[in-house]
């Protein structure tokens, strides 16, 4: 069974920066597409980031700039490099392949 479990949330300040990752199991991250989505208490889900097989990213204009998809094909990680965090940036983060991961919480303090 496909598994992903985020890590790397928590409470930090504005402006400050996280590192998220996404372990997978069953799931080879160097040849699937992966992303990253967000929900916020009261909003739809929303996509954040994503790298293809090729290794492009996309991101929305929300957080280009900020945020960085990367994967480490070795370990089977894909990452979400987090920087000048925001209180809007507050949201559970998940990763997504076809499945979806439990999720990891993001709190920016103002």
């Known amino acids: 069974q496909v598994q992903l479990v985020e890590s790397g949330g928590g409470l930090v300040q504005a402006g400050g920066s996280l590192r998220l990752s996404c372990a997978a199991s069953?799931?080879?991250?160097?040849?699937?597409?992966i992303s990253w989505y967000r929900q916020a208490p009261g909003k739809q889900r929303e996509l954040v980031a994503i790298?293809?097989?090729?290794?492009?990213?996309n991101y929305p204009d929300s957080v280009k700039g900020r945020f960085t998809i990367s994967r480490d094909n070795t370990n089977n990680v894909v990452y979400l490099q987090m920087n000048s965090l925001k209180p809007e940036d507050t949201a559970v983060y998940y990763c997504?392949?076809?499945?979806w991961g439990p999720g990891t919480q993001v709190t920016v303090s103002s």
């Open positions: 069953r799931l080879s991250v160097s040849i699937n597409v």
């Open positions: 790298i293809s097989r090729g290794g492009s990213t």
């Open positions: 997504h392949s076809d499945y």
